[in-house]
Structure formats: C-alpha cells, structure tokens
DNA sequence: ATTGTTAATGCAAATAACTTGCATTTATTA
DNA sequence: TAATAAATGCAAGTTATTTGCATTAACAAT
C-alpha cells in the first residue's frame, strides 16, 4: 500500500491544512487505504493496514467524516464501514454470501430525495442511503455449483 | 397497551403455531407493542413496555424475526430498529432532530431493485432498505422559532 | 385434569463495538 | 529551535448484544 497518488495527496493535504488537521502518517495511511481499497472498510480492516491504535483510528474517522473526507456506510447493524467521501452520491449492493459490496451510481439522483419529501410530510429531506442485497454473480456460480455436485 | 384486536391475534397464533413457536405472554405483549406503536421500536423501548428481560425479546425478536413475524430496520448504526413485517414493503424517513419516524409507502415498487440488479451485476437483488433522513415539520416549526427568538 | 417433554424465561457473565481520560509524543508555526 | 496544540496509545469504561445454565411454563399425550 501507500501507493500514493499526487493528485489525490494533493487534494488530501489542502482539505487537511483547510480543516486545521494536522498530516500524519497514520491519517495518511488511513486515507491512503481508503483511497486504494475503494470499498467501505470496517475498522477492524483499516486496523490491520494501518497499524495502529483503535482508539486512533476511530477518532481519525471521526473527525476526517467532520472534514467530510471520509463517510460512514450502513451495510451491517453489528459494525459500521466507512469509505472516501470524495465520489459522487451512489448506492450499495451487498452480497448476502460473501460481502462483496458493489457501488451503484445514484439509480435515480435526487428524484428520490424529492419523492420522499413528498410522501413523509417532512419539513426537508437531506439524504438518503440505500443498500441493496442479493448474491453476486461470483457466489450465485459456486453456490449452484456446490448444489450440482451435492 | 394489550388492546388486542382479535382479527391480527388470530393471524399471530396461526403464525406462531406454524412456526411451532409457543404462545406465551411476552411474545404476545412485544408483538402487541409492535402493532400498536406502528413506529419501528428499539429493544429498550420494548422491553420498558413488556417489562421482561432484556434476553427474552431478543430472543423472542430472533424467532419472531426467523417466523418472518418481525423484522429489523436499520435506522442507526448504534441499535437495532425492530418493526411488525405484516405491512408492505415500505421505506422511513427519520428526523434528524427529535428521531421521529415516518413510514413512505413503497416509492417505485420493484423497479429499484431490477435497476440495481442490472446496475450491480448481481446474479439477483432480493430486497433494499431505504432511508431518508431530514427535519419534520414539527422540529421545522420549533427550530425557526427558537431561532427568531434568540 | 395430570404428567412428560420441550421450549421459554431470567439471571450471571461474556463478548464486541465503541468511547473517555490521561500521560506521552509529534506536527506545526513563530 | 522552542513553544504549543493536536495526535497517539494505553488502560479502563460504556453500551448493545450473546451465551450458558438452571428454573419455569406451555402444550401434547395420556
């Protein structure tokens, strides 16, 4: 890892000098896999990558999502799963077998968000999150697979 | 609470014995307490009511969940939502203020899920859970008040 | 109705995710 | 390079959820 890529490092530093966080190496690294991975990580996995403390790396979290960085992803009750804010709105599909976790471009933009105003009576809807489950295409062959041999 | 209306008792002990799940009073309380607050309860809020012990609903959320009697939302990362599963498929939109929720009959059918089927490469999607997140009217109301005020 | 079987309950204690307090270290900036 | 303010990491605390086990209650068969 730590493959670090100019632009985004560049674009990484100013919104951390912006937020007056200071840059060090575990924020780095912490960002770096985020960037990388391009899933929504548990922190037990960013952990693991990053070497450090879980104390450091929730409180990273924290205040890289108030930087707007970083955002959490709902895909399980249990934990929560974070992944780079800096994409554009999207939805999960999350496969039931594995957790695989596809992104989906934003399926019908803020149509939803405005349907939703609509139908709940509330003052103002400012998002949304949406998380589709299935099987992947991977699991669905093993699985019939498995079953064909059984 | 325990206004029971005879037609849904009569579903739920049908449903229960299918199940071959026994009939006891705190089952019947916390499917009661569902029906009757028609809001997606946390297991604190349940157990307040029915006044068991903290593993007891849960277990009973966990077979009544299994019997497809109940089932869990996901409007928080820190707990669990649990809500009657007799009702259509439908999504909620959550206060962000005072945590109200309200029920939005299902936006576009299964339209999103053969849209994120294909937008996934799934092998197959089988459910979604959609949240919106926003200000009702009534925090709408209070906040701007409170805002003229000071 | 009574009894036997099996599931439901509740207590104690464990686990797991996440948070807080505090002392030490490190990044910035003057 | 020194001063300062934030970042780190350890210990220990919370909180949601789970597990083990003994007791109790539901129900099916007598």
Redesign the pocket.
């Known amino acids: 890892m730590l493959t670090i890529c100019v632009i985004h490092t560049e674009k990484i530093i100013e919104a951390l000098?912006k937020g007056?966080?200071?840059?060090?190496?575990?924020?780095f690294k912490l960002l770096d896999v985020l960037e990388h991975t391009k899933k929504p990580l548990?922190?037990?996995d960013i952990i693991k990558i990053v070497k450090?403390?879980?104390?450091?790396v929730?409180?990273?979290l924290?205040?890289l999502m108030k930087l707007g960085l970083v955002g959490q992803v709902f895909l399980d009750?249990?934990?929560?799963y974070f992944e780079l804010a800096d994409k554009k709105h999207h939805h999960h599909a999350i496969c039931e077998n594995c957790g695989r976790v596809e992104d989906i471009r934003d399926l019908i933009h803020h149509k939803l968000n405005k349907a939703a105003l609509k139908a709940s009576g509330f003052a103002n809807i400012s998002r949304h999150s949406l998380e589709f489950f299935g099987i992947c295409k991977q699991c669905s062959a093993k699985l019939s697979k498995n079953s064909t041999t059984m």
Chains 1, 2 share one sequence.
């Open positions: 000098k007056k966080l200071k840059i060090t190496p575990i924020r548990r922190v037990k450090s403390d879980i104390v450091t929730y409180r990273n924290e205040s009750q249990k934990e929560a």
